[in-house]
């Protein structure tokens, strides 16, 4: 059970400690079970069948618990490019609510993604840029993006600049510098 401050308690009322807002979003916290962010951002991993036994998270599920929502991928996709302040971000993703952006970056600071850097001191301003852990998000990105494009018709696929042939993604290995094939890989797995 949470408890829940209401409207006009204590002698202040609303000019107290907790505003409209935030009563009501507290309130929608309450109702739909969620602590931290927003219903829609809550993890995979909480996502269990009540009266079912617990869900492990697969390696698909935990990426997608850290980078899953479509702004969070936008987000990520635009510092590619490096570093950028919260109006470049806000004007690279027409759509996103201020508020929104807000949330998404600070959810990809805790999650190790991005890194916020202060460029000014007052008042606060941040620069944001991808840490090495996010860069290598962006083969995963690429191939998103091209599947999306094969998919939509209208954009071009990712093309080899030698000979324009388009290009496709395969496993390879580092060590004996050979392309593997999904029956030589030892982890198959269908997704």
Do not use: K
């Amino acid at each position: 059970m949470v408890a829940l401050r209401s409207p006009g308690s204590g002698s202040t009322g609303w000019r107290g400690n907790l505003s409209l807002a935030m009563y009501y979003r507290q309130t929608a916290r309450a109702i739909l079970g969620v602590s931290d962010g927003s219903p829609t951002m809550s993890p995979m991993a909480d996502r269990d069948v009540p009266g079912g036994p617990p869900h492990a998270a697969g390696p698909l599920e935990a990426a997608l618990d850290r980078v899953g929502d479509r702004w969070s991928l936008l987000i990520v996709e635009s510092l590619l490019d490096g570093p950028r302040r919260f109006g470049e971000l806000d004007a690279a993703l027409p759509g996103i609510a201020p508020n929104i952006l807000s949330e998404r970056l600070r959810r990809l600071e805790r999650e190790g993604i991005i890194r916020a850097t202060p460029y000014q001191q007052r008042p606060v301003r941040m620069a944001y840029a991808l840490t090495a852990d996010a860069r290598d998000l962006a083969s995963a990105l690429r191939l998103l993006a091209d599947w999306g494009a094969r998919r939509t018709g209208g954009a071009e696929p990712i093309r080899h600049e030698l000979c324009g042939t388009p290009l496709e993604a395969h496993w390879y290995c580092q060590t004996c510098s050979v392309v593997v094939d999904e029956a030589q890989a030892s982890e198959s797995r269908i997704v």
